[in-house]
């Protein structure tokens, strides 16, 4: 769906412009969220970026970095101010309003227009225009495509074509998951043509990697990484006493469950994180497997068919119990994926 004259209308003048995204903004988030805000800002609009939480540092480098808010008790006053003069809300790479936490009510309240620019399945029904496309390989693709659509490729510099490739560049894990189209490609090449280098992009994301960040996966895979050929599964938990003990950082984590998928003859992986408030789950599958509709029925989640997430109230213990009486349900489906 793709209000794009209602948008076309909605920025026809210069407007006060809030860009939020997800919880533990990925690169996708990140980088289209700046990416729109470049181009905001050539269009004379006021625009501020805030993320409900902190990212990692190999993101740090996207232009318009240093002007990013991330929302903490100490920025709530001036976020909330920034919130309630806004004319319009950009809601990047999330459809469902509690990816955005303490923020939710906030935005939710808000007297501002809202628009979401998302490609994950079912949005929710809070903003009043949407340029969504679960086809789409990452939100950064869909910034692109709309900023062309309103006639405006020309627009696209370095800077924002260096944050709209990164997210593009992740969320397809370098241009080689199935959602990898012509299309994406095409907004790729039309990237790479405004002259942006694509080798220091790749390396500033991945080989940026801390030692701590290395040596806790080395403890992970050693120590954590459970397989169940049984069930063609693999999962790794991790304890709150774990995440200390290696001084991990926020988004150390993202990737591990990777590694669980890699393992000959896996076809589903999950991973359990102790955060303190909350266990959070990332799934992650092959092939026809669901793991958004495991993650639907089971814990609280959503997301994509290869890539989900969730979360449960419960201990550790007691969330893996529960990972381990759901896999029965699905071993049929698990056994027949390839
Ligand atoms: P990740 O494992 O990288 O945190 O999340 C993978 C995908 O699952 C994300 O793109 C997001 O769509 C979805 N996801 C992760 N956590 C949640 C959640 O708690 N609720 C919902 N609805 N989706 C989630
Ligand atoms: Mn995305």
């Known amino acids: 769906m793709q209000d794009i004259e209602a948008i076309r209308d909605l920025v026809q003048k210069p407007q006060t412009i809030f860009i939020t995204t997800h919880q533990n903004p990925d690169a996708d988030a990140l980088g289209s969220s700046l990416g729109l805000a470049g181009y905001l800002k050539k269009k004379g609009h006021r625009v501020t970026v805030v993320t409900p939480t902190d990212y990692p540092d190999n993101l740090k480098w996207m232009s318009g970095n240093d002007e990013v808010i991330a929302f903490e008790e100490k920025s709530r006053v001036a976020v909330t101010r920034l919130i309630a003069e806004a004319d319009v809300i950009f809601c990047l790479d999330f459809s469902a309003l509690s990816r955005i936490r303490d923020m939710e009510p906030l935005v939710r ?60 560049m992740t969320d397809t894990g370098s241009f080689r998951h199935a959602s990898t189209t012509g299309d994406v490609h095409r907004v790729a090449a039309a990237l790479l043509d405004t002259g942006i280098e694509v080798n220091p992009i790749h390396r500033r994301i991945y080989d940026n990697v801390s030692i701590d960040k290395l040596r806790f996966l080395g403890y992970i895979l050693n120590e954590k990484l459970v397989v169940l050929p049984q069930y063609k599964a693999a999962y790794i938990t991790i304890t709150a006493d774990e995440l200390k003990r290696f001084r991990s950082k926020a988004g ?29 789950m990332s799934l992650r599958s092959v092939g026809d497997f669901s793991v958004r509709e495991l993650a639907c029925r089971h814990f609280e989640g959503g997301g994509h068919k290869n890539a989900s997430g969730g979360r449960t109230k419960m201990t550790l213990k007691e969330t893996e119990a529960k990972l381990l009486e759901v896999l029965p349900l699905y071993q049929e489906q698990l056994l027949e994926t390839v």
């Open 109 to 168: 309240q808000a007297r501002a227009r809202k628009v979401i620019i998302d490609h994950h399945l079912e949005p929710e029904g809070f903003a009043d225009f949407m340029y969504w496309d679960s086809k789409a390989a990452a939100t950064a693709e869909l910034i692109y495509r709309l900023i062309d659509q309103l006639g405006d490729a020309d627009l696209v510099d370095i800077p924002m074509a260096e944050c709209l490739y990164a997210g593009i």
């Open 252 to 280: 150390d984590t993202e990737g591990m469950v990777n590694y669980a998928l890699s393992v000959e003859g896996v076809v589903m992986a999950a991973i359990l994180i102790d955060r303190g408030d909350e266990i959070k």
